[in-house]
């Protein structure tokens, strides 16, 4: 049986994790992961809902040493909790916390995490090893225009991820401290805060820190260099609070298009280069890019891109097979790519074609538009509508003024009929603004406007 080890490229006394208690050595880690693993209850599915990043990094690697498989979605709504329960039978789920977020579904039985201290004895003189073929975790999407799909990752794809990750961003001469603001179970925490530091050979801090002076604070408890691993929507919550960071070395964003003005407000805030990172649940992430140095994308080590008329399919490298993606990508000769907008997200209108991500950035970069939204109802709402429907918070704004400079700026037929202020546009944990959240905005402003 081929086998790979949990951690890779480190020492058993290298620092793995900073805690609010201390560091965590290679050696502790693993020896709390295998104690937890003869620990756990019966069951082959596991709901990973730690909060405490090094709880789940013990916990996912405990269920990856005893056989079992991580399940990881990207929300813990009680509809996708349920839905889990009823395709897993016999899952159970783990929590670090008295009180979960959204209570528990019956069919979904929670078990505390055990106490990890007292529960390993002396530190790990090796590090386990993992089947490369097996499979480790089921990874979701977001769900944002659809039901939450299950993609599976085996730990040969998962550790050579991590390896190409650290690769591209330049990371494994460079080690640096990983400050993830974004929840470890989405695919884009889980591979750029968890992963790159078990296969990147970098360290993670044991926080998910949501609020600016949270971040301030979990850069100043951990040592330098640091890399803020963060999403547009954080990125510029933090800029706009004024509060003073202690030294960062890098940003690193993904979930969403980051707007360049943003990038390289960050940049000239921090001194630190702002980097992105290009990939799906499905296809694992795929490429990367500092984003104030032009809309190029450049490839991980391994991963290969294809195209099939309109569809980019990915493959090779760390990709789980040959992977078709969702977006809309222009090949270059030398292996780069440009982003031109999601199959989903394209709009035609009488024979003009746009993207939603397009018309989003030109509402949002308006002056006193803190956050916006364009949505496209389904046929029938359409009609009821008239066309495009956007939401904007604008405090301060007038609904005329902002439609007369949105005019300057797209073409007519992309207008939104109507556009509407609203007091905020709930988002994800990962920053991401939810389709039923704009089906419920736009249902109201149906009741209000009758």
């Not at 003073?244 to 943003?262: E, F, N």
Request: with cysteine.
């Amino acid at each position: 049986m081929n086998t790979l080890p949990l951690v890779s490229g480190r020492a058993l006394d290298d620092i793995l994790a900073w805690r609010p208690q201390g560091p965590v050595s290679v050696a502790r880690y693993c020896a709390d992961a295998l104690a937890l693993a003869a620990a756990l209850p019966a069951g082959r599915f596991v709901v990973n809902l730690c909060e405490d990043r090094y709880h789940y990094a013990v916990l996912l690697a405990a269920c990856a040493l005893s056989g079992r498989v991580s399940l990881q979605p990207s929300s813990q709504s009680e509809a996708t909790l349920r839905q889990l329960a009823r395709d897993y039978a016999g899952a159970l789920a783990i929590t670090d916390v008295p009180d979960t977020p959204t209570p528990l579904p019956p069919e979904l039985p929670a078990h505390p995490l055990p106490p990890l201290q007292g529960l390993a004895g002396a530190p790990c003189a090796e590090v386990p090893r993992i089947a490369q073929d097996a499979v480790v975790a089921i990874l979701f999407t977001s769900g944002s225009t659809g039901v939450p799909q299950p993609h599976a990752k085996t730990w040969g794809k998962l550790a050579a991820n991590g390896r190409a990750e650290a690769q591209a961003l330049g990371l494994l001469d460079a080690p640096h401290t990983l400050v993830g603001t974004v929840p470890a179970q989405h695919s884009y925490g889980f591979e750029s805060t968890f992963l790159l530091a078990l296969h990147g050979g970098c360290a993670f801090w044991a926080g998910k820190p949501f609020y600016p002076q949270d971040l301030a604070d979990a850069l100043a408890a951990v040592p330098r260099p640091a890399m803020v691993v963060t999403t547009p929507y954080h990125l510029a919550s933090v800029l706009a609070s004024g509060v003073a960071l202690p030294p960062v070395a890098r940003w690193l964003s993904a979930t969403a298009p980051l707007d360049v003005p943003l990038a390289a407000q960050a940049e000239a805030a921090t001194g630190a280069p702002v980097h992105e990172i290009y990939g799906s649940t499905e296809s694992s992430q795929l490429a990367t890019r500092r984003t104030t140095a032009g809309p190029d994308w450049t490839p991980m080590p391994g991963v290969r891109l294809e195209q099939e008329g309109d569809t980019t399919w990915a493959c090779g490298g760390h990709v789980e097979g040959r992977v078709a993606l969702a977006d809309i990508l222009a090949l270059h000769e030398d292996g780069r790519f440009t982003l031109q907008g999601r199959h989903a997200d394209m709009v035609n209108l009488a024979g003009k074609r746009t993207s939603l991500a397009y018309l989003n950035h030109q509402l949002r970069t308006m002056a006193g538009v803190q956050d916006a939204a364009f949505f496209l109802p389904d046929a029938q709402e359409s009609a009821r509508a008239g066309r495009l429907v956007a939401f904007a918070v604008a405090p301060g704004r007038e609904r005329a003024a902002l439609l007369a400079e949105l005019r300057t700026r797209v073409d007519p037929i992309f207008m939104p009929r109507p556009l509407v202020l609203v007091d905020a546009i709930a988002r994800n944990a990962t920053g991401k603004v939810m389709r039923s959240t704009l089906e419920a905005l736009y249902a109201q402003w149906v009741r209000d406007a009758r």
